[in-house]
Nanobody, 123 residues
Framework: VQLQASGGGLVQAGGSLRLSCAAS????????MGWFRQAPGKEREFVGA????????YYADSVKGRFTISRDNAKNTVYLQMNSLKPEDTAVYYC?????????????????WGQGTQVTVSS
């Protein structure tokens, strides 16, 4: 599956953004979808993931309660709604597709990656 992330931009602290990740191919609904981010000088980190059906979501503690992942299998799209943004949320955000679900997922669990979209939160 090929992925295309979009929706990044510059926002003030406390603001909101919604990222989208469009997938090509007919197998979108058979993939667990994840979001990761990488801040300058730091390793890429897990943000959250959503099950194939969309009924189960997992989040990193740093974003829990502020970020929401959803998906529309009819549109082959997964979303990351980010609210109450903080300057420390500044990073390049990546969507990814994998076949393994569960609460503790890492980069190795995802085989397909989008190109990333920049999110910058000003203080």
């Amino acid at each position: 599956v090929q992925l295309q992330a979009s929706g990044g931009g510059l926002v003030q602290a406390g603001g909101s953004l919604r990222l989208s990740c469009a997938a090509s191919g007919r197998t979108f609904s058979s993939h667990v979808m994840g979001w990761f981010r990488q801040a300058p000088g730091k390793e890429r980190e897990f943000v959250g993931a959503i099950s194939r059906s969309g009924l189960i979501t997992y989040y990193a503690d740093s974003v829990k309660g502020r970020f929401t992942i959803s998906r529309d299998n009819a549109k082959n799209t997964v979303y990351l709604q980010m609210n109450s943004l903080k300057p420390e949320d500044t990073a390049v955000y990546y969507c990814a597709a994998g076949l393994v679900g569960g609460p503790k997922l890492g980069e190795r669990d995802f085989g397909s990656w989008g190109q990333g979209t920049q999110v910058t939160v000003s203080s």
